[in-house]
């Protein structure tokens, strides 16, 4: 089984936070026998958050299974694999986040099996041009495919259960802590740095406690 660990930014302010929490994520791979790949972001073709669409697509062609992690999100401890929450049989995972915006999967940790690659293919293929500049992007994409509608603020309104959806896990929230999540954990095993006022200071701050 050859699993990966994706990361990847463009921008100085995401690479400020990407050089406190790269290290984290390398010894995180290191510590699990898992590959660890970085991602220049900055391209013309797609936003940058829509460009993890592309890299994951590509990575599947080589690994079984791939965990995409934003550049602003902490593995504050190391011991357990995220890979171990993903039951036999399905095709991806997210934590879904449960705040003012309704109810979330979150792409900011996401992973995905061999059978998501068409699935990524035909998200970059159909849905970029209709949700280029969203403000969620690709997660806005996904939303759709899951069976959500999309609401001004932006919020997600559950709307029916897709075949997608069926083939989907929704990972514990220990998996992507964010601040504004009525579920959240208080020990969480991935920080996402998110809804802060100082992102950089609260990443190195994290990643200064990480196990």
């Known amino acids: ?35 660890i790949d970085c991602l220049n972001l900055a391209t013309e073709a797609a936003p940058a958050s829509w460009m993890k669409v592309a890299g994951l697509a590509v990575a ?11 550049c602003d999100v902490v593995v504050s401890k190391s011991a357990e694999s995220i890979f171990d929450d993903m039951p036999e049989g399905v095709w991806q995972g997210m934590v879904v986040h449960h705040t003012e915006c309704g109810e979330v999967p979150n792409c900011g940790v996401w992973v995905v099996r061999k059978p ?20 969620w992007w690709e997660q806005a994409a996904m939303l759709r495919r899951l069976g959500y509608r999309l609401e001004d603020g932006p919020k997600a309104v559950d709307e029916e259960v ?31 740095v998110t809804q802060y006022d100082d992102r950089v200071g609260e990443a190195r701050r994290l990643c200064e406690r990480a196990e």
């Open 1 to 35: 089984m050859r699993r990966l660990i994706l990361t990847g930014w463009c921008g100085l302010a995401h690479g400020a936070m990407a050089s406190h929490t790269i290290y984290p994520m390398h010894r995180y791979a290191k510590i699990h026998d898992f590959d």
């Open 60 to 70: 599947l062609e080589q690994y079984d299974e791939v965990a995409w992690l934003d």
């Open 116 to 135: 998501m690659r068409d699935v990524l293919v035909s998200m970059w293929d159909q849905d970029l041009p209709a949700y280029r500049d969203h403000p």
């Open 162 to 192: 897709t075949e997608l959806r069926r083939m989907s896990v929704a990972l514990p929230q220990k998996w992507n802590h964010h601040p504004r999540d009525y579920r959240r954990v208080e020990s969480p095993n991935f920080h996402h």
